[in-house]
Antibody, heavy 119, light 108 residues
Framework: QVQLQESGPGLVKPSETLSLTCTVS????????WSWIRQPPGKGLEWIGY???????NYNPSLKSRVTISVDTSKNQFSLRLTSVTAADTAVYYC?????????????WGQGTLVTVSS | EIVLTQSPGTLSLSPGEGATLSCRAS???????LAWYQHKPGQAPRLLIY???SRATGIPARFSGSGSGTDFTLTISRLEPEDFAVYYC?????????FGQGTKLEIK
């Protein structure tokens, strides 16, 4: 079965860049869409964006100016970069498989990784 | 963007009872594009329902989804202890994808 695992620094300083990688195991990343979603402490889920294995992307307009999602099919990984972070970017970040098509759904999700923005 | 409003915010019930969770959209959502997730603290969210009414693989039959247009419902027929969690609806018919704010199902 497909499993996803997020990795990256748990602490980022304000104004710096948050970088996370998601490693996919159990299936090739060369199909479907792959998403990043976050959850600030005590709040709900926010979709950040997704990448198709071919490299095409779609981002949430609220974050579009600061977000880049990339894919490395040779490593079966995709990555998130979020620039100019502030305390408002503190959240648990999830990577997930985003099935497209006529019945889209997000499944499975990684366990999530907490990223804290603080000096 | 489409705003999803879930109600109630918190639902207090006992094991064995039935639960009805509501998700209302600010604009019409195609039924194919409405999903429900269960989220427990410290765990990955789990897909329950997609296409408004299709159960995901391995999801017990006590979970069912219904609705169309702007009103969708998740029903849990007989609550088991492991069902107490936060539930989110999500739409992916219009970009950006959006989630409801969640309904917390707690033990009474």
């Amino acid at each position: 079965q497909v499993q996803l695992q997020e990795s990256g620094p748990g602490l980022v300083k304000p104004s710096e860049t948050l970088s996370l990688t998601c490693t996919v195991s159990g299936d090739s990343i060369s199909s479907d869409y792959w998403s990043w979603i976050r959850q600030p402490p005590g709040k709900g889920l926010e979709w950040i964006g997704y990448i198709y294995y071919s490299g095409s992307t779609n981002y949430n307009p609220s974050l579009k100016s600061r977000v880049t999602i990339s894919v490395d099919t040779s490593k079966n990984q995709f990555s998130l970069r979020l620039t100019s972070v502030t305390a408002a970017d503190t959240a648990v970040y999830y990577c997930a498989r985003d099935h497209g098509g006529w019945y889209p759904r997000i499944d499975p999700w990684g366990q999530g990784t907490l990223v804290t923005v603080s000096s | 963007e489409i705003v999803l409003t879930q109600s109630p915010g918190t639902l207090s019930l006992s094991p064995g009872e039935g639960a009805t969770l509501s998700c209302r959209a600010s604009q019409s959502v195609g039924s194919s594009f409405l999903a429900w997730y269960q989220h427990k603290p410290g765990q990955a969210p789990r897909l329950l329902i997609y296409g408004a009414s299709s159960r995901a693989t391995g999801i017990p039959a006590r979970f069912s989804g219904s609705g169309s247009g702007t009103d969708f419902t998740l029903t849990i027929s007989r609550l088991e202890p492991e069902d107490f969690a936060v539930y989110y609806c999500q739409q992916s018919g219009s970009s950006p994808q959006t989630f409801g704010q969640g309904t917390k199902l707690e033990i009474k």
